[in-house]
């Protein structure tokens, strides 16, 4: 019997399901590397936007009338839980990479410094809330700037 035939069919059948299961593995993490980057970008979109929301919602209580310090106090602090910023940020620790979340939490930071003036009686424009407004800005530039760079996306260049 000649085992030569034998051993180059068996061979050659090797070597195809090798190729086979290697291209297959490539295929799954090039799939999970797509999906685990689509969850981040959804995830990064959810906090940001759950920032600007609460900063929108604490600015509109500030202009308002209160009847007393604590009124004001309580209705910004609602504000704030009412934009779903605690879970967007749960899952912003959850998924991102360091740099994001410490990027994320000074961000939150500053916001909750904003909040605090606001409940304190800090009027919207004045000069006491300027350099925390000032601050937020640039916590949510670095934030924004750590974000695009996970997701692979250049930096805008105008903030």
């Known amino acids: 019997m000649d085992w030569i035939p034998l051993l180059s069919t068996l061979t050659g ?33 959810q906090y940001v936007s759950a920032l600007k929301a609460a900063g929108e919602e604490m600015r509109a209580v500030a202009l308002g009338d209160h009847m007393s310090r604590s009124a004001r106090d309580a209705a910004v602090r609602e504000a704030v839980r009412g934009s779903g ?46 350099p925390l407004i000032a601050q937020r800005r640039k916590a949510m530039a670095e934030m924004r700037r750590h974000m695009r760079q996970d997701l692979g996306i250049g930096p805008l260049g105008i903030e």
Do not use: K, M
């Open 85 to 130: 910023l605690y879970t967007a940020s749960e899952r912003l620790w959850l998924v991102g990479p360091p740099q994001v979340v410490a990027a994320g939490n000074e961000a939150f930071r500053c916001l909750r410094a904003i909040r605090d003036s606001y409940a304190r009686g800090v009027a919207v424009g004045s000069a006491e809330e300027a």
């Open 13 to 45: 059948a090797v070597i195809g399901i090798t190729a086979t299961l290697v291209a297959d593995r490539n295929r799954w993490r090039r799939e999970e590397a797509r999906h685990a980057l689509e969850v981040r970008r959804e995830v990064y979109t």
